[in-house]
């Protein structure tokens, strides 16, 4: 029987039932080989060699390929149908022969199917192909770059900047986005304009709105009324005139629909839709498309196959009706320049099978699949039909000039099933309906006015007068004409959506890397994510600008796209590989030796002045913005730490002040709140963040007591009182009733807590740390007592599901840690998100015990066994086995590991099971 080679037990599983007994099919579990992390693994003084190592993980699976050749010398790879798969393709093929399971009599093909069904894996089945030798140098190129970027530049970062972790081809270039998108909002500074509307009535009573556009004859632009005064003569201007309607304009609008989905636009509309992030998106897709749901989902093409065409427009004909199919098909070609990873969109496999169809019970699964389905439905819908009229309005003599808007949906068509999502809310069509207007008739200002708009804009409630006025807004004749204060505002930071629009239209990256690069900025707490915004932490600024002044064209975003380019060309044919390398490493590497003759005090004087503007912004007093705001009289100098990047005075340590790099806004903080026992109690800013201190450094006492501000405590709203109950934690609750010892309530690392000797129970909110009592606290401590002592099996279930159907063993599900799971035996599979225990059902968990025992290989017997164990209580605990001691590896070992394991390459075992 041939053996056939995927990358995942759940594909193979689903493969194994279309091709049946006649074939052995086999996971691979992602790449088996990789770069070893150490000097010389690629070798750019002996032509750019690349020494390969099959991983521990990776050697059992390889083998098992090696033994099922035994029996049949026939190899069909059948890995993704993109470089990735190419490339794990070739290392297996490159594996086996090294251990001469593949001889020269052996069959090796390789085949590629874009969606796992029947039709498409038997079709690929009977049209194999060689591997493919220009994508597999063009990964080869990919991976030495990113190998030599990570391996060469990171230990300049760790020499010259304590605290950096590392560097990446294209990783850096990401970060570079964030952080010059953030000092673009810092430096941003806030214009004042404002607008005027009214509200109209029709002479049969119907009222509208509509917006002045013409003041003194001249056509106003956005910022023509800059400020009170002149939105007041405007406010006045409008409601001391007569108006009438001079036009009315209705023009037909058709909107078509957006192409199908390939994987940047299918990341951005799942983050803009149910704010998943990339990584989140893709492990989605990635089961979806296992379980033969959709299309592959790596991919930078939006044409559609033929066959699938015609089902969408079955599909919609069946469900909305014949009038919402257009009368040809609506074709979609790739924009993206030389797509080498384009083979179809993102689509459902079954275009009659909606989610509901398919009773997914992953949510995440469920609603990605619901969203691919309607876009790929809406692709091939009707163009909806709108009709958009436009009213002039006007004062005899020319001198005032509004406008009202509303749009209309004749026919709803693409709408009916899906909208594409947007990323800022800005002045879009005004989606209202208009009444009945005809030209030349009178428009007077409407009884009902626009009061409530202008308390809500105004913050006020109620009030009488012909004009009011407080600053944010202006009302005038009866009500009806309303001034707006707006303010513009700074660009937005990028949410993973955003960002990975915006490395699209800059060609960096490719689809595979999107996810793993947006992980790995965030996993080397360069950027964090707070309400879906990406926001640079301080260490991955001060990387940024050290980059962008030692290393300028590596970050720079037209090479790094240039480069994407040319590797686009290597994987074409068009390029030869090595020759690319050379001309990469050449300069790059004359780079790295002139840069690390540079000492610590020279790099940081450098970025001090390249920070300056951002560090020490012009002060309202106009004193010079180093000079230190605590002592008076050191001077403010960029420093670094492990921690990242602060600013410190010069006179440390006589002098202690620090702030995170923020500017004044930081150093407003710092005050002192009052005195206590003669002691000074002040607010400080630090590198981690606000905190209050009794008293100053002594030679007695070199660090006094500090307490650092809870999560939900605001700097501005500290005081003496609040600052006094920090310094005095942790708080004795009382006595443990068992021993006598004392309970403990304070604030730690990882939040509230309670504390009995060295047992520690965590507490939800702050607030519990001042209030709760002896009663409560035992019972806490005793509840972990439990969970500690017992084990997960020692805690009672949340529900008892009964026993497995097949293997034997209770079902249950229990609590854990990061929310409820089903536990079988060994078998832990965490539920769904938003299913509650009470929900979930046997059959619901035997289906995730069994998902879950693929991805972690669990064999069936083994779980069993265990299950078995866990029913009865009585099994025999055997001696544990000797352990070989492993040689300690020396220190330098353990930087070249993290070297290289920071290089931009996608996940380096896409393990996808």
Known sequence: MPVVVVESPAKAKTINKFLGSDYVVLASYGHVRDLPAKDGSVDPDNGFDMTWEVGNDSKKHVKAIADALKDDNALILATDPDREGEAISWHLREALTKRKSIRKDTDVRRVTFNAITKASVTEAMKNPRDIDAPLVEAYLARRALDYLVGFNLSPVLWRKLPGARSAGRVQSVCLRLIVEREMEIEAFRPREYWSVKALLTTPRGQDFEARLVTLAGKKLDRYD??????????????????????????????????????????????????????????????????????????TDGIDMAPEAVHAARDAIASRFGKEYVPSSPRMYKNKAKNAQEAHECIRPTDMEADAQALKLTDADQRRLYDLIWKRTLACQMEAARLERTTVEIGAPDGQVGLRATGQVVLFDGFMRVYEEGRDDAGDGDDDSRLPQIMEGEAARFAAAGLRAEFDKAAGTEGGSGETTRNGAALLAARDAVLALQHHTQPPPRYTEATLVKKMEELGIGRPST????????????????DKNRLIPE??????????????????????????????????????????LLRKFWRDFSAAIAETSELRIAEVLDVLDDALAPQLYPPREDGTDPRTCPLCGQGSLHLKTSRSGGFVGCSRYPECRYTRPLGGDAAEAQDRVLGHDNGDEITLRSGRFGPYVQRGEPTEEQPKPPRASLPKGWAADAMDLEKALTLLSLPRIVGTHPEDGEPIEAGIGRYGPFVKHNRLYANLKEVDEVFEIGINRAVDLLAEKAAKRGGGRGAVAPLKELGEHPSEGGPVNVMEGRYGPYVKWGKVNATLPKGTEPAQVTLEMAVELIAEKASKSGTKKGGARKTAAKSASGTATAKAPAAKKTAAKKPAAKKATTKAAADADSPAKKRAKG
Do not use: W
């Open 514 to 529: 999107y996810a793993s690069v947006l992980s790995t900025i965030q996993d080397r707490e360069y950027v964090r994510k």
């Open 538 to 579: 301080d260490k991955g600024r001060i990387v940024t600008i050290f980059l962008l002044n030692f290393f300028k064209r590596y970050v720079e975003y037209d090479f790094t796209a240039a480069l994407e380019d040319e590797l686009d060309d290597v994987s074409a044919g068009q390029m030869d590989y090595k020759e």
């Open 225 to 298: 009324l800059e400020n009170e005064t002149q939105a007041e003569m405007a406010v006045q201007a409008v409601a001391s005139r007569t108006l009438k309607v001079t036009s009315v304009e209705a023009k037909p609008a058709n909107r078509n629909p957006s192409a199908p989905f390939m994987t940047s636009t299918l990341q951005q509309e799942a983050s803009r839709k149910f704010g998943m992030g990339a990584k989140q998106c893709m492990a989605a897709a990635q089961r979806l498309y296992e379980a033969g749901h959709i299309t592959y989902m790596r």
